[in-house]
């Protein structure tokens, strides 16, 4: 079976990839942050057993020297190493430059002098902004609505590059908003589960009109194998989307059904981006990896939140639901 390394592993979506990957029999060297608590983030989560299957490597993906030397001997690198909180990066654009896009450029240098087979790097649906046109396909203009959107944009025209200059085997994988068990407080779907688990009647919310496409993550993570394994997908960029988008307001409403139907949505400025930052609709086409792939999702909303209640209620001592996580 292929080798195969994952940057972020030890994030939100890179803990669910390592999973599946795992689970599909390949040889998984999971690429992890670096820290002085000796701290492996949401891998910690995985069973020992399961854990004890990967290769775990500790290293910075700023630096180009670990980089190299986590992807030797690696087929396949999965890169999802990121920092992906967009309020932060109004206030830390400088670190977003240097993790997003000095992060990738390591990545597909270090591919390139390798010869690694096939190399996925992570876009965000963010980097098309607001829809101009629904569903957002992968020709729809780019608008760097945020510096994270920014940085996320050079990134994929960085990798475009490569594959375009070199003929470096990319593949660029443009994930809508994906939510799930081990999930960021920052994001919104555990900002609502963890406020009405510890017990709030008014939950805290920015804006509730803006509409998203929410990928369950384990759809999402299958999404990341379906494309590897087709040789259909080198030198694309492509959506994963459910192609059905639901209202921030809308979104509270489902969950706050599922927990606590007497309580109400209260708007807080602080959780409000700035005007013309704010992405109002993202609603995007499946078609494309449909086509090119035998991916297509398998959760229903109503599903994938409950699974995602049902963890959070076991592990709410990970969440601080009482500030506003940033």
């Known amino acids: 079976m292929k080798k195969v390394l994952v940057t972020g592993a030890d994030g939100f979506i890179g803990s669910h990839l390592t999973e599946a990957l795992l689970e599909k029999g390949y040889d998984v060297k999971a690429f992890t942050y670096y820290n002085s608590f000796n701290t492996w983030g949401w891998l910690d989560m995985l069973p020992k057993e399961k854990l004890r299957q990967a290769e775990i490597f500790s290293g910075d993906i700023?630096?180009?020297?670990?980089?190299?030397?986590?992807?030797?001997?690696?087929?396949?690198?999965?890169?999802?190493?990121?920092?992906?909180?967009?309020?932060?990066?109004?206030?830390?654009?400088?670190?977003y430059v240097d993790t997003n896009i000095k992060g990738t450029l390591n990545v597909?240098?270090?591919?390139?002098?390798?010869n690694s087979e096939?190399?996925?790097?992570?876009?965000?649906?963010?980097?098309?902004?607001?829809?101009?046109?629904?569903?957002?396909?992968?020709?729809?203009?780019?608008?760097?609505?945020?510096?994270?959107?920014?940085?996320?944009?050079?990134?994929?025209?960085?990798?475009?590059?490569?594959?375009?200059?070199?003929?470096?085997?990319?593949?660029?994988?443009?994930?809508?908003?994906?939510?799930?068990?081990?999930?960021?407080?920052?994001?919104v779907i555990p900002t609502i589960i963890?406020?009405?688990?510890?017990?709030?009647?008014?939950?805290?919310?920015?804006?509730?009109?803006?509409?998203r496409d929410f990928n369950y993550v384990k759809d999402t993570a299958a999404g990341f194998i379906a494309i590897a394994e087709s040789d259909k997908t080198v030198g694309e960029e492509i959506n994963i989307a459910t192609q059905q988008e639901i209202s921030i307001g809308d979104l509270a409403k489902e969950i706050i059904r599922q927990i606590n139907p007497d309580a109400k949505i209260i708007?807080?400025?602080?959780?409000?981006?700035?005007?013309?930052?704010?992405?109002?609709?993202?609603?995007?086409?499946?078609?494309?990896?449909?086509?090119?792939?035998?991916?297509?999702?398998?959760?229903?909303?109503?599903?994938?939140?409950?699974?995602?209640?049902?963890?959070?209620?076991?592990?709410?001592n990970h969440y601080k639901a009482d500030i506003y996580n940033i």
């Not at 986590?70 to 830390?92: C, N, Q, T, W």
């Not at 597909?108 to 002098?113: I, K, N, P």
């Not at 406020?195 to 804006?207: A, H, N, P, R, V």
């Not at 981006?273 to 086409?285: A, F, H, Y």
């Open 267 to 316: 708007c807080d400025e602080q959780r409000i981006r700035p005007e013309k930052s704010e992405v109002n609709r993202l609603l995007g086409s499946n078609e494309k990896i449909k086509r090119l792939t035998n991916w297509e999702p398998k959760f229903s909303f109503e599903q994938g939140i409950e699974e995602t209640i049902e963890w959070l209620r076991q592990n709410m």
């Open 194 to 211: 963890t406020q009405l688990l510890s017990g709030k009647e008014e939950i805290k919310l920015g804006s509730l009109t803006p509409t």
């Open 62 to 95: 700023r630096d180009p020297n670990g980089v190299r030397e986590a992807m030797k001997g690696v087929d396949m690198v999965f890169h999802l190493a990121a920092l992906i909180a967009i309020p932060f990066s109004y206030h830390s654009p400088d670190s």
């Open 118 to 187: 096939r190399i996925l790097i992570t876009s965000t649906s963010e980097v098309y902004g607001t829809a101009r046109y629904v569903p957002i396909d992968e020709n729809h203009p780019f608008q760097g609505q945020s510096p994270y959107s920014a940085t996320k944009i050079g990134a994929d025209r960085l990798a475009e590059s490569f594959y375009r200059s070199f003929q470096l085997p990319v593949s660029i994988v443009r994930p809508f908003n994906t939510y799930g068990p081990r999930q960021s407080a920052r994001a």
């Open 108 to 114: 597909l240098q270090a591919a390139r002098d390798l």
